[in-house]
């Protein structure tokens, strides 16, 4: 006889009518504000009841893709405490809409290779897997779940598992997780903020317990990420007040996937069309002296930095842009947009007769990285013609040349010079103070 797991908080953390809980799931997906079609095989995604985080867990599972056979659910333990992984023999688990197979198989390697052990009792009231399930079973026709409850176990040990199991395409990944808990919405906010911005930037050094319950996972998952080059793309965040009303005590939600690539291109793959529309927006909503409500992606509430370039009939007509992500990208893109048009000192202020006539360009830029040099000869050696946005230093003096100038300026020493001389400096200057540092952009126009 099968050994089925069956569901311990259906009923309280969910539903346990099936009528009703397919109905609140298919709210969750016509209430969905993710607009995102790429396929990923990993995500964070939240596990309180479904009435306070289900829409942003939806949001999440729906993104994997769906040719994947196994999911990994890694959650954290809140009811029974104990040193590293935990699985369950179970054959099956059920829920209100039937059972769903565990994959046996890849238990007994999580054992094997990982020292997990079996204990059914830490996961019979544990919600931090079973939320997930529901959802798994409308959104998958045929998938099997590998349930892995996280104690005391360092990231990464689940790095590792990610790591080895990632390699196989049929493998999916769901990290499960809220953020702050128990705080007012606007200390919530700021600290779920600063959540958000660790994982999407990889800095996650001083990241704490109190940040997120499932912080193993996160940063097992982070660390993934990090070292493959791979972002981590947000969905959303929201807190409990959203469906509780009460803002003197919240659990903070968010939702992330991962994408096989760096922010930046998903941003030029994914939102070119948005991020040219919304700096035209700025600039006319400068000249008619108007707002617009604005909706966009939760990625670009992620801190970044931009330049806005503004052309007419093929001439320049007003640059202006941030080197370093000091606020989030929308804001960066609306700010330097109207600073392009009207705050630029080379140019007059753009009117309305030229508005139509305005070529728009934005270049979303990587974080500079200090280039290592003995002289100018090694540093020209080491710039990449074509390539290089190039950010020079020396005492008060500071230029950029973004990658696009080499278009007009191939040759390294040329590009160099009238760097300097953009930045106060003689075509000669050169000291031991002198500091340079490449980025890279991606061009969308």
Known sequence: MEKVKQPSVAGSFYTADAVELKNQIESFKEN????????????????????????????????????????????????????GLVLSDFEKWS??????????????????????????????????????????????????????????????????????????????FI?????????????????????????????????????????????????????????????????????????????????????????????????????????????????????EKINYPQVLDELGACFVTLEKEGNLRGCIGSILPYRTLIEDILTNAQKAGFADPRFKPVTNEEFEQLDIAVSVLSNPKPIKFEDESDLLNKIEAGKDGIIIKDGQHQAVFLPSVWEQLPDKREFLNALKLKAGLGPEHFSKTFEAYRFETVYIK
């Open 32 to 83: 969905s504000k993710n607009t995102y079609t790429v396929p990923a095989r990993a995500v964070i995604v939240p596990h309180a009841g479904l009435v306070y985080s289900g829409r942003l867990a939806y949001e999440g599972i729906s993104q994997l893709d769906k040719n994947i056979e196994n999911i990994f659910i890694i959650a954290p333990a809140h009811k029974v405490a104990f040193e």
């Open 95 to 172: 829920t209100p809409f039937g059972e769903i197979k565990i994959n046996l198989e890849l238990n007994a390697e999580l054992q094997e290779k990982f020292g997990a052990q079996y204990n059914n009792l830490a996961l019979e009231n544990e919600h931090s897997i079973e939320i997930q399930i529901p959802i798994i079973q409308q959104v998958f026709e045929n998938v099997k779940i590998v349930p892995v409850l996280v104690g005391m176990e360092s990231p990464d040990t689940v790095e590792k598992i990610i790591e080895t199991y990632y390699r196989d395409e049929k493998n999916g």
């Open 175 to 291: 990290i499960s997780s809220d953020l702050s808990h128990f705080l007012n919405e606007v200390q919530a906010k700021k600290v779920d903020t600063l959540t958000a911005r660790m994982i999407e930037s990889g800095n996650t050094e001083n990241f704490a317990p109190q940040q997120a319950c499932g912080m193993v996972g996160i940063l097992g998952l982070v660390g993934f990420a990090k070292k493959n080059n791979y972002s981590l793309i947000r969905i959303d965040m929201t807190n409990s007040a959203a469906a509780s009303g009460d803002k003197s005590s919240v659990v903070g939600y968010g939702c992330w996937f991962m994408y096989e690539g760096e922010r930046n291109n998903f941003l030029k793959e994914y939102c070119s069309e948005l991020i040219k529309d919304l700096a035209r927006l700025s600039i006319k909503s400068r000249l008619q002296q108007m707002q």
